[in-house]
């Protein structure tokens, strides 16, 4: 007898365990730290971005008491050129500010300058039309100096290149392919110098030399240190190229490292923090979500067009991936529902069981009584017998209370998942995203249903427990909860006469604080007829 209950509730328990475990794939070991680690740089974000602003200010300061007007020229595009990743609004007063300033020192050179990087601005910004304006409109290249035209040519590469991925913002512009600006600048720049690596690594890259290209790229990268923003450029690049070559740990290890960087220079109009976000939405939606709010309010505060409709494209990702984490949890619930019905029936059948045998044995008893001969061993074997009862009460009640934590953690769950998609919401002020998943009030039914368990289930097995419980009360104190069902009071007591008296595990397990629970056993006990510091002892010895 005791075996099959035993194989049957050990099945019950084994199967709850399988179904706890069941879970959405998670990051691996390595991704994961590598995330912990970029959550310290978004932490500190605030602290960069301070510092980013009081240097500002400090050359805002010098620019102000500069009189000489070309000195005054370098400062704004110096100013310029520290904000062009930082404030799309600021870069372009800057700029405007060198284009007076060149007019009114009537230096060509200086006006061009300012230009072609006020082109460069709105190429980089998504302002397409406006960037096709100034720099194919309003430079005059035989004009321009050796170093001038070599970056001129270089903006138009770069400016071809960002519209051929992003054509489909707005209407096509007939500008040449960004092929024939590479080539030449190729043949016009240093080996040496910086722009031709990188104009090599992308056509390496084209033509599908990835090796080549990885090198390449790692030249450039080792030419810089993580506390310039270059560094983020190129490790974007190497995570390019690794995603191509079928490198995903690589990629997303890259991504990160481009992302720390462009925290630590308080860059705003970024990519890879928003790349990272949706290569991960699939195992660790928060996070995703997380990182996309951030980059969100980044690029709303660069207040360029580019970067949030980029942003916006990830959204209906976020929202499938909680579509797909809430269907999971769903299928949990129903299996874990299924199982913990098996694990009632299985106490079921082992209560069926003891009892089964306890009546056999009283036939066995009065069987020998009859032979005073046999009356010794048979008191030995009853004895024996009986502590194989009681060891297995003992176990049953201990399963017993093991159901109730499993039931009591399941509404504790439930309800904590509520409170955090409520509190997504009100950070992520995104209410479209959100519109079609309705918050439920599943925490408060589940509650009532394992109440209801609770008080089906302990009177199954202690069908006297109220009457009984009454009769250690004086009249006026007794409890007359409704049929089949238990007031607190005798909730709290039922799971005293279970073994559970740690009025923690108490308040756990009910869903109330301690104080609540303190409150009910001191005015049940007050009510008590005889001694109420033996009160709880009485209450254990119920039903034995």
């Known amino acids: 007898m005791r075996s099959k209950a035993s194989v049957l509730l050990s099945f019950a328990v084994v199967a709850l365990m399988a179904a706890a475990c069941v879970r ?128 001129y040519l270089y903006y138009l590469y770069d400016f071809s290149r960002d519209l051929a991925g992003n054509s489909g913002m707005v209407e096509r512009l007939s500008i040449p392919p960004a092929v024939s600006f590479r080539n030449r600048l190729l043949a016009r720049l240093p080996k040496d110098s910086e722009k031709w690596r990188t104009l090599r690594r992308d056509e390496l890259y084209d033509e599908g030399r990835l090796a080549s290209a990885d090198s390449l790229a790692r030249i450039l990268l080792a030419g810089t240190s993580p ?28 991504l990160v490292r481009s992302a720390e960087c462009d925290l ?25 979500f997380r990182y996309l709010r951030i980059a969100q309010e980044d690029a709303l505060a660069y207040n360029a067009k580019l970067r949030p409709w980029q942003i916006s494209r990830f959204l209906m990702e976020v929202e499938d991936a909680y579509t797909a984490r809430q269907a999971r949890a769903r299928t949990l619930s129903r299996i874990s529902a299924i199982l913990l019905a098996i694990l009632v029936a299985a106490l079921s059948i082992i209560t069926w069981f003891l009892v089964s045998k306890s009546r056999k044995l009283s036939r066995v008893r009065e069987q020998l009584e009859s032979s005073n001969a046999k009356l010794a061993r048979a008191n030995e074997e ?22 109730l934590q499993g039931l009591s953690e399941q ?81 709290i007591f039922a799971l005293i006469r279970l073994g559970v008296d740690d009025s923690k595990k108490i308040a756990a397990m009910l869903d109330y604080s301690v104080s609540t629970i303190y409150n009910y056993k001191v005015a049940v006990k007050n009510a008590a007829l005889g001694d109420r510091d033996k009160f709880e002892e009485q209450v254990k010895m119920i039903g034995k």
Not at 140 to 147: G, N, Q, R, V, Y
Not at 235 to 244: P, T, V, Y
């Open 24 to 151: 959405h794939d998670q990051l691996d070991h390595s991704t994961r730290r590598l995330l912990n680690e970029l959550d310290g740089y978004v932490a500190a974000r605030e602290v960069y971005v301070a510092r980013k602003l009081d240097q500002m200010e400090a050359l805002h300061k010098l620019c102000r008491t500069t009189e000489d007007p070309e000195r005054r020229f370098d400062l704004e595009m110096t100013m310029a050129g520290e904000y062009f990743a930082f404030s799309f609004d600021s870069t372009q007063a800057c700029l405007k500010r060198c284009q007076e300033l060149a007019l009114a020192l009537k230096d060509r050179e200086r006006h061009d300058l300012a230009t072609i990087q006020l082109g460069h601005l709105y190429a980089k910004a998504g302002s397409y039309m406006e960037a096709n304006s100034i720099l194919y409109g309003q430079i005059d290249t035989a004009a321009l100096s050796e170093d001038l035209l070599n970056e």
């Open 227 to 254: 506390e310039e923003h270059d560094y983020a450029i190129y490790a974007f690049h190497l995570s390019d190229i690794a995603e191509r070559d079928g490198r995903p740990a690589d990629r997303i290890a890259w």
């Open 264 to 288: 630590i220079n308080a860059v705003r109009d970024y990519a890879s923090l928003t790349m990272v976000a949706q290569n991960i939405v699939s195992q660790d939606v928060d996070r995703s």
């Open 382 to 403: 009853l004895n024996g017998l009986n502590k194989q009862i009681s060891k297995a009460d003992k176990m049953k009640e201990g399963y017993i209370i093991d159901f």
């Open 411 to 491: 509404v504790a769950v439930q309800r904590s998942e509520d409170n955090r998609f409520r509190n997504l919401l009100k950070q992520g002020k995104s209410d479209q995203l959100f519109k079609e998943l309705a918050i439920s009030e599943r925490s408060e039914r589940t509650r009532e249903e394992f109440y209801r368990k609770f008080d089906e289930t302990f009177l199954g097995l202690y069908p006297d427990f109220v009457e009984q419980f009454n009769g250690l009360l004086q009249e006026g104190a007794r409890i007359n909860p409704p049929k089949d069902r238990l007031t607190t009071e005798l909730r």
